[in-house]
């Protein structure tokens, strides 16, 4: 199957700058030149200093960053436990991701020193999960027996693990296996048969198309899924459908 024939949705891009590297991009405007040189249609994404300086500032930068390109480029929201009471009102922050349409959100609990546990951040996770609102966790910011725990602790909660790797898929096809609100992102499993793999034995409804750009080139992602040996179906399942239903899903 042709590359153009495919509507790519990419769950994992990111606007701003990086302060250890210079990056590709960091503007929106780039992010979308980039995004019409491969073929990609459109992308959730988020805000570096969302990530590494504070949430609440990074995320209304990431607003202003993309209005131009609403119709392409969605916003993710990087969000904190409510305790430390560093962001608003958690049921005025809903409200406001209701309106800028942010259908997914971030979580990173070690860079930004919380537990991934009920005590810390159970009632964001209890609202995501009623909301079906879709938490994206880097593999690396996880312990994989705390997963397991609030896996079972809730489970409707739509959980996207990204930038997975081949050291971390033992840990991962038994997760897979285990729950069915687990879903995983492509940019980084770049493992021989690996997509065939986890379509196979887990169904390719679970499977994310992601680039993770601009820490890394589209390139890759694209010709992984694009020469991947899977029907028809089961890559444009991955490449946007999959994500596109998640989202139909969401309730806020």
């Known amino acids: ?53 504070h949430p609440q ?24 436990p409510t305790p430390s009471q560093e962001m608003e009102i958690f049921s005025e922050l809903v409200e406001r ?13 070690r860079l930004h020193s919380f537990e991934f546990t009920t005590w810390n951040i159970g009632d964001v996770l209890d609202i995501l999960q009623s909301t079906r609102v879709p938490v994206l966790i880097d593999v690396d910011q996880l312990d994989f027996c705390r997963l397991y725990k609030i896996c079972s602790q809730f489970p409707r909660l739509v959980i996207i693990l990204t930038n997975p790797s081949y050291y971390s898929q ?9 729950f069915s609100h687990v879903y995983v992102e492509t940019s980084t499993y770049l493992i021989y048969n690996g997509l ?24 890759p992602a694209i010709a992984r899924l694009s020469y991947a040996s899977l029907n028809r179906k089961d ?6 459908e999959s994500l596109q239903r998640l989202i139909n899903e969401a309730q806020y």
């Open 1 to 53: 199957m042709a590359i153009d024939q495919y509507e790519f949705f990419d769950v994992n891009c990111a606007v701003g700058d990086y302060s250890l590297k210079q990056l590709e991009y960091t503007s929106a405007s780039e992010l979308i030149q980039h995004m019409d040189f491969v073929g990609i249609k459109k992308a959730f994404v988020y805000h570096l200093s969302a990530q590494f300086y």
């Open 57 to 80: 500032k990074g995320n209304g930068m990431l607003l202003e960053e993309i209005e131009p390109y609403k119709e392409r480029l969605f916003p993710c929201w990087v969000l904190l």
């Open 97 to 109: 991701m209701k309106t800028q349409l942010a259908w997914c959100v971030r979580l990173y609990p």
């Open 170 to 178: 033992r840990k991962l096809y038994p997760l897979m296996k285990k």
């Open 196 to 219: 065939e793999y986890l379509a196979q034995n887990f169904g390719s409804n679970r499977i994310l198309f992601g680039t993770r750009m601009p820490f890394q080139d589209p390139g």
């Open 235 to 240: 890559k444009m399942m991955i490449a946007s």
